[in-house]
C-alpha cells in the first residue's frame, strides 16, 4: 500500500504548480478541468506522475491553521528524496527558502518549505536502510 495522492484547495494554482515543479521536474500536469465544486467555480490539476500526485483545486478561501498552533487539521505532509540537496538547490533556484530544517539526526536529513498556498512540505534524506536506525530519533 502507499499513498496515491494528495487533495488541496488552493488560492491560486499557477502559483502551486510553479512551487511544486521545483521540488518535482520529472512531474507533469496529468489532467486539468474547469468545473463547480459546491456551487462556486473552481479549476483542478492533478500533478504527479504515474503513481503519486497533488490533487489540486483553486479558489480556496480563509488561512490555513497556524502551523505554530494546535488548531486541528493538516501540520505538514512529506516526501523522501535521495538527494536533499539538490532539492534545495532547486528551489532556492525558484526563489523559494527552507522555513526551517529538522534537528540534527544521525541517519536523516530533513528540511521544511511553506508553499505559496500555505501548506508545510517537508523533503527528508535517509542516509540509512535500516527502519530503526532510519526512526531512531536524537533524543533516543
Known amino acids: ?39 462556486k467555480p473552481r479549476t483542478w490539476v492533478h500533478f504527479g506522475d504515474d503513481y503519486t500526485y497533488l490533487a489540486m483545486g483553486d479558489n480556496g478561501e480563509g488561512e490555513i491553521r497556524d502551523l505554530a498552533g494546535h488548531q486541528t487539521g ?7 528524496t535521495q538527494n536533499i540537496d539538490a532539492v534545495v538547490q532547486r528551489m532556492a533556484e ?16 530533513n ?16 542516509l540509512s536502510d535500516l527502519p530503526a536506525e532510519r526512526n531512531l530519533s536524537a533524543e533516543q
Open 1 to 39: 500500500m502507499h499513498l496515491e495522492h494528495i487533495n488541496m484547495v488552493v488560492p491560486d494554482i499557477d502559483a502551486s504548480l510553479a512551487f511544486y515543479r521545483a521540488a518535482f521536474p520529472h512531474w507533469k500536469v496529468r489532467e486539468r478541468h474547469a468545473g463547480e465544486w459546491s456551487g
Open 74 to 80: 493538516l501540520a505538514h505532509f512529506a516526501f523522501v
Open 94 to 109: 525558484a526563489g523559494h527558502k527552507p522555513s526551517h530544517h529538522g534537528v540534527k539526526e544521525p541517519h536523516r536529513r
Open 111 to 126: 528540511v521544511y518549505f511553506i508553499d505559496p498556498a500555505g501548506f508545510e512540505v517537508e523533503f527528508v534524506q535517509y
